[in-house]
């Protein structure tokens, strides 16, 4: 499942589907971007001529390089006094695909929490290099959204084999953690997500206002076991 989020929003705006052996990069073709706009994506995206022709449209893109990129220095940038010391380097490189000559900006930077050289690459020559690292870490939303999804909703096995039941499944989970994102934000009270989920999936056949038991639970059900007994549902007559 590949998926675009806008990072102001976090919640997913466009979703495809693939089969294993189709080539990952193929998704960008897909995105739908304004002018300026910037996308932040996974270095298995790699496609240096989606790369030119988003140059070529003003849009611009971070990622990281892939280990066996073949590339050539043609400037190095000197890094100016309130440049952070984890930049190690910003330069202009060069790639050759195919007949075309495609110049990207290549950022190395040092995270001296994992203790590991990070090589982002941009089409973006205006931001500071720690800029760059800044709208990378963005991409971890994305990754924020999937563990979300898998910890609450049954998505570790399948009901059907076939790629209908599949998908199904799959975008009966979107639908549900998307209208959950929604009652989350909404109400007043803070909520983790995961525990509003994990009390609300004990209630599912609770007839109760949803909004004022998220609210103030103890409260509600107060009210709920303080009516009379002609209110209540009579399960023996």
């Not at 675009?4 to 189709?22: G, K």
């Not at 994102?181 to 209630?203: D, T």
Request: aromatic share 14%.
């Amino acid at each position: 499942m590949h998926t675009m989020i806008n990072a102001l929003e976090d919640v997913p705006c466009l979703i495809r589907f693939s089969d294993a052996a189709t080539h990952d990069h193929t998704f960008l073709k897909e995105l739908d971007l304004k002018k300026d706009s910037f996308v932040v994506f996974d270095k298995a995206y790699n496609d240096y001529l989606q790369y030119l022709q988003w140059t070529l449209d003003d849009i611009y893109f971070v990622t990281r390089q892939k280990d066996n990129a073949v590339y050539k220095s043609i400037k190095e940038f000197d890094l100016s006094d309130k440049t952070s010391d984890a930049i190690l380097k910003d330069e202009l490189v060069i790639v050759e695909k195919g007949n075309k000559s495609i110049e990207i900006r290549r950022v190395a930077y040092w995270d001296a929490e994992k203790n590991k050289v990070y090589e982002f690459i941009t089409n973006n020559l205006e931001i500071s290099p720690d800029k760059v690292a800044d709208i990378y870490k963005h991409r971890w939303q994305i990754e924020t959204m999937f563990k979300r999804l898998k910890q609450n909703f049954p998505l570790k096995y399948f009901l059907g084999d076939n790629q209908n039941a599949i998908e199904i499944q799959i975008w009966s989970a979107l639908i549900v953690q998307l209208i959950m994102l929604v009652i989350q934000r909404k109400i007043k009270r803070n909520w983790a997500y995961s525990n509003m989920i994990g009390v609300m999936r004990f209630h599912l056949l609770t007839y109760i206002n949803l909004f004022k038991f998220l609210e103030n639970p103890e409260k509600e059900w107060w009210e709920l076991s303080s009516k009379p007994p002609d209110m209540q549902l009579k399960l023996f007559s």
